[in-house]
């Protein structure tokens, strides 16, 4: 499906920001390259012989991306070569028709002449693609990648690429950082674009998230001065620009200075001592200690004066690990069943069997009272929040949900959930995101000082407009709240290579920015499913490393065979997790 200027529809293929440049070639550090600057990434779009001199005038003296047509490449090589060695020149197609339109055999046709213009000129071919009108699918996305491009730029930050390409998508909040959108379709003046530029700008500096600014010379040509403006105001800002290569090669630089391991307790008692020692000898300072079944068993309860929950804590804090409580949020079997009206319901008003609603006021303060409860009761390093999401897009259809939405938006009061679904989608989906972040912006207003608040997040919710919409988690808006993000980046679980960690970091870095990312591994077997050896976890740390800034495993006692049952790896030991 075709994504025009106009085009904002939920349904549309846009971005995925993915894995980078090999880290080889930037030593490897604890944070980006850039540090705590605000990262600027201007893209341009090269389309005409007019362009050419265009840019001639404007002599940016910035790092900027470039993405220019096979046959300007082929009849202006000095000048193709000139951005390249300013930034980075990508390919913009060979004829600028529209990828989306053409037959099979006339796109591998467009892509293998845009591939020699660049060959020809530079040496190479090129990595990174912008299409035409931003006009993509899958289909196109397909060619490409076995074309041999690792990289997009086509996309728009509210819908991710569902694509094989690594993208980065161009910024979008009320309106998409685009010239042509401020200048030509809203007709805005240059104080006004130059205004709206700055606080765009702003609001990324708040968190480090980049800002991503799609120009056309025959747009910004007319309004020289409302980019040199905005240039100056971000370096004196201290924001830092950068080319596309730049930023994908700074992302995974980063190496993992943190281990931590997620040790459940639903699987029978374990030995703490063997626990304590197993993390300490593979390297493993962080452990997240279930609290709480997503079935709603309390391990907090006391037996013979002392539970599971404090005997596994004082031992593994004993030995030096930091210890974060684990809490399901809104999976808790035990307590729907009590109170049935605080349950999720589907589109035709059925409650779910083990999911609480956020909207819900009582199930809100029996969460908020079991925080209070574990970080008064308990010397805990952190609080580390699991299911905090939606079941599916099939869930949260309670009267009083469906009310408040309809008030809330001033909508017609006898709408069903299938004409919200239909007519409102991107409003209902964004709502719904909003009660998770909200949640979680309570949760952590009752913690004390000091602290860390983390979640779990799923892996594909980062790289998948269509998995954040159904499951209502956002990560670029619940990062403000939480000190530590995890992505669960289980590869083999959703049927996925290794590489797909890639994807899942580097998307997950755009929309969280400096927040620290943890990423989890699966390092356990599924007994009639899922065969996952020692090599296989060797295969997702070694992805992991680069790109966040710690490493979680799934799970002790299957990662060290402690549980004795199908789901523990072949014996392997901490070796198997030492760096």
């Known amino acids: 499906m075709v994504i025009g200027w106009d085009q904002r529809r939920h349904f549309c293929a846009a971005f995925a920001v993915l894995a980078g440049l090999a880290a080889a070639a930037i030593p490897a550090r604890a944070e980006p390259i850039w540090g705590g600057k605000t990262p600027v990434l201007l893209t341009i779009d ?65 892509t293998d002449w845009a591939i020699n213009a660049h060959r020809t000129v530079l040496g190479r071919a090129p990595d990174w693609y912008r299409a035409p009108y931003l006009a993509t699918n899958e289909t196109v996305e397909a060619t490409l990648a076995r074309k041999g491009f690792s990289y997009t730029s086509s996309g728009l930050e509210r819908w991710n690429d569902i694509g094989p390409l690594t993208g980065l998508p161009i910024s979008q909040d009320d309106i998409l950082a685009s010239d042509y959108d401020l200048f030509t379709r809203l007709d805005m003046s240059d ?33 020289p001065s409302v980019l040199a403006d905005f240039i100056a105001h971000v370096e004196a800002q201290d924001g830092v620009f950068l080319s596309a290569d730049a930023y ?70 004993q030995a030096g ?13 035990t307590l729907v069943r009590a109170h049935p009206d605080w349950a999720m319901r589907d589109a035709v008003g059925a409650p779910l069997a083990d999911w609480l609603s956020p909207h819900h006021p009582d199930a809100r303060r029996q969460l908020l009272d079991t925080v209070k409860r574990l970080a008064a009761d308990y010397a805990l390093d952190g609080l580390h929040l699991d299911y905090i999401r939606y079941p599916g897009l099939n869930a949260g259809f309670s009267a009083g949900v469906i009310e408040r939405f309809l008030t809330e938006h001033d909508l017609s009061a006898d709408l069903t959930p299938t004409q919200i679904l239909a007519d409102h989608f991107v409003t209902w989906t964004v709502w719904r995101a909003d009660a998770i972040a909200g949640l979680v912006e309570e949760i952590k207003s009752t913690l004390p000082d000091g602290v860390l608040l983390s979640a779990a997040l799923l892996g594909e919710a980062a790289t998948d407009f269509r998995a954040r919409d159904a499951y209502a988690q956002d990560y670029a808006r619940l990062a403000p709240a939480l000190d530590i993000v995890l992505p669960m980046a289980y590869n083999r679980l959703v049927g996925e290579p290794a ?40 295969a997702s740390l070694a992805r992991a490393e680069f790109g966040s800034e710690g490493v979680s495993i ?24 030492r760096r």
């Open 46 to 110: 090269v389309e005409a012989v007019e362009d050419i001199e265009t840019l001639t005038q404007l002599d940016l003296q910035v790092p900027a991306t470039y993405f220019m047509l096979g046959w300007l490449v082929e009849m202006f090589p000095d000048f193709a070569r000139g951005l390249a060695e300013k930034g980075a020149l990508g390919s913009h197609g060979f004829t600028h028709d529209n990828a989306t339109e053409l037959t099979p055999e006339r796109l591998a046709t467009e």
């Open 191 to 223: 104080s006004e674009v130059l205004d709206w530029l700055k606080r765009g700008y702003e609001t990324r500096r708040r968190t480090g998230r980049p800002f991503v600014i799609l120009l056309h010379p025959s747009v910004i040509g007319g309004h």
């Open 248 to 317: 994908m090669a700074g992302v995974q630089a980063v190496r993992s200075e943190n281990r931590a391991a997620w040790i459940s307790l639903a699987h029978g008692p374990l030995d703490p001592e063997h626990a304590a020692r197993s993390l300490t000898e593979a390297g493993i300072g962080d452990a997240f200690l279930m609290a709480r079944s997503p079935e709603g068993e309390d391990y907090t309860q006391t037996t013979d004066g002392e539970s599971r929950f404090e005997s596994m804590l004082s031992t593994l804090k």
């Open 321 to 333: 690990i930091k210890v974060h409580a684990w809490l399901p949020v809104l999976k808790n079997d």
């Open 499 to 538: 590489a797909w960690i890639d994807r899942v970091q580097t998307q997950a870095r755009y929309q969280v920015g400096r927040t620290p990312i943890w990423t989890g591994i699966e390092a356990y077997q599924e007994p009639g499913l899922r065969r996952i050896t020692p090599s296989d976890v060797a």
């Open 554 to 577: 799934y799970a002790y006692p299957f990662s060290f065979a402690a549980s004795g049952g199908g789901y523990d790896l072949p014996p392997s030991g901490p070796d198997a997790f």
